[in-house]
């Protein structure tokens, strides 16, 4: 059986900052308190992640700054079933002048050994030692850097659950 990771950020990606109109569904966007602040959502996308995170091989990582906030606060506001997932976190990515989610990740693709990883973060088509990684890395590895203004569209969560072997559609 092949084991996957899909690693995902929150801000910009799961909730988008300051969403106008319709989300990419169609649908109006969804408002909900977050214990800490208030976010929008799509209630499609939370749909689509809960059935991608529902296999088995696949395992689900918050790598966000929200690092223990993200499964403690917010998956319950949203309907996200990501309270169980493991976050990485700031602390253990190591210190220096990388961007902490690169050192985060890479120590634990390296300490888990999957054998695809997918990685949604909308700040990485700005990181370029990210993107120099994600090269390094090869067919192994797909980025998707969504438009923080309207956070994964449908297309990309097809493209990351068929990467991942779980098309969600």
């Known amino acids: 059986m092949a084991f996957r990771t899909l690693y ?9 900052f300051g969403p106008t109109g319709r989300n990419g569904w169609g ?18 996308l939370v749909a689509g992640l809960n059935s991608l995170a529902a296999t088995a091989e696949v395992r689900c990582v918050w790598l966000t700054s929200w690092e223990e906030l993200a499964p403690r606060y917010l ?3 949203i309907g996200l079933h990501g309270a169980r997932w493991p976050y990485l976190t700031a602390e253990g990515a190591g210190s220096g002048p ?3 989610k690169l050192d985060a990740i890479r120590d634990d693709v390296e300490r ?8 949604v973060d909308d700040q990485l088509a700005y990181e370029a030692e990210a993107q120099a990684w994600a090269r390094i890395m090869g067919h192994r590895l797909l980025v998707v850097s969504p438009d923080p203004r309207r956070g994964i569209s449908p297309s990309e969560l097809e493209a990351v659950s068929s990467f991942l072997g779980q098309p969600v559609f």
């Open 75 to 77: 998956c319950r506001a």
């Open 98 to 100: 990388g961007w902490w």
């Open 8 to 16: 995902l950020d929150v801000d910009g990606v799961v909730c988008p």
């Open 27 to 44: 649908t109006a966007w969804r408002r909900a308190d977050a214990g800490l602040l208030p976010v929008a959502f799509s209630p499609e």
């Open 112 to 119: 888990t050994g999957p054998d695809a990883v997918a990685w």
